[in-house]
């Protein structure tokens, strides 16, 4: 089990990223796929799921309305459109596939004027 996370930077607050995740070494379209993230200090917090048909998707609260979470099966990758950054949203970001108990390398966002 291979995840590969990307798409992360620096940005100023109010911008935009868009983080990948390119997933290998198991059947990608059969797992519900997770969205994590970890501030210097913090536990890790699940920021958003979407389950393997991408007909069930969930935010955390405070992220409801600027993020979103989208998967394409045929190109096993599941995204995080993030929008209206804020500095609490600066973290590393995961991605996990639920069941699975690999995790990737994590991508560094950090909102900062």
């Known amino acids: 089990v291979q995840l590969v996370e990307s798409g992360g930077g620096l940005v100023q607050p109010g911008g935009s990223l868009r983080l990948s995740c390119a997933a290998s070494?198991?059947?990608?379209?059969?797992?519900?796929m997770r969205w994590y993230r970890q501030a210097p200090g913090k536990e890790r917090e699940l920021v958003a799921s979407?389950?393997?048909?991408?007909?069930?998707?969930d935010y955390e609260d405070s992220v409801k309305g600027r993020f979103a979470i989208s998967r394409d099966n045929g190109k096993n990758t599941v995204y995080l459109q993030m929008n209206s950054l804020k500095p609490e949203d600066t973290a590393v970001y995961y991605c996990?596939?639920?069941?699975?108990?690999?995790w990737g390398q994590g991508t560094q966002v950090t909102v900062s004027s």
């Open positions: 979407i389950s393997s048909g991408s007909h069930i998707i």
């Open positions: 070494g198991f059947t990608f379209r059969a797992y519900a």
């Open positions: 996990h596939a639920l069941g699975m108990g690999s």
